[in-house]
């Protein structure tokens, strides 16, 4: 099956710092990657979709300066969580699809942890 | 937005024991989706479903599609310890629209 991973598996970094994750389609060519957030015992939250090439689309309540995608190859997308902050402490997740209409794979996860 | 409604929110069972969760949504959607999430990891397909009415199977694992397009199950039957774990169902309204989760049915099997 498809394989998608996630660097780093976790980060503990300290409050105003900058922290980047990076989501790899390691066996094919995702057009876009999505971004989710989960907290402790939640559900995912969706944050962004990005499409190779352009701007991601992000979900509303979400801070586009604070956090930013890049999604410069059709195999590599990156979170930057910027300036973190105690309440940044989370599981991101993301999630990679080959085309439109296809079903997309989770990557592992990246716990931050922000002091 | 479209929210979905997921229950039981948690279950303790029996090893052995059958198992049954569900989700309903106050929209349609075109595709439904099963997911397994273990602690610490991401969330990993189990049955995905994309017709009304559609029943399918994938081992000890039985989901439906319902006929109004706005609800779904998750059976497992012979329930084992692996089995523990958080179970997410997810929505889909077309090909381009992201995925709408449920809050989750978290999973535990007494041994």
């Known amino acids: 099956g498809a394989v998608v991973s996630q660097h780093p598996s976790r980060v503990i970094c300290k409050s105003g710092t900058s922290v980047k994750i990076e989501c790899r389609s390691l066996?094919?060519?995702?057009?876009?990657m999505f971004w989710y957030r989960q907290f402790p015992k939640q559900s995912l939250m969706l944050m962004a979709t990005?499409?190779?090439?352009?701007?991601?689309?992000?979900e509303q309540g979400v801070e586009k300066d604070k956090f930013l995608i890049n999604h410069a190859s059709l195999t590599l997308s990156t979170l930057t969580v910027t300036s973190a902050h105690p309440e940044d402490s989370s599981f991101y997740i993301c999630?990679?699809?080959?085309?439109?209409?296809?079903?997309?794979?989770f990557g592992p996860g990246t716990r931050l942890l922000v002091l | 937005g479209q929210q979905l409604n997921q229950s039981p929110q948690s279950m303790f069972i029996q090893e052995g024991e059958d198992v049954s969760m569900n989700c309903t949504s106050s929209s349609i959607f075109n595709t439904w989706l099963w997911y397994k999430q273990d602690p610490g990891e991401g969330p990993v397909l189990l049955i995905a479903l994309y017709k009304a009415g559609e029943l399918t199977s994938n081992g000890r694992l039985t989901a439906q599609f319902g006929i109004t397009r706005k609800d779904s199950f998750l059976n497992i039957s012979a329930s084992i310890p692996s089995d523990v774990g958080i179970y997410f169902c997810a929505g889909q309204s077309s090909g381009n629209t992201p995925l709408v989760f449920g809050k989750g049915t978290r999973l535990s099997v007494i041994a």
């Open positions: 990005s499409n190779e090439g352009s701007k991601a689309t992000y």
């Open positions: 999630s990679a699809r080959r085309t439109s209409g296809a079903l997309g794979y």
């Open positions: 066996d094919f060519q995702a057009t876009t």
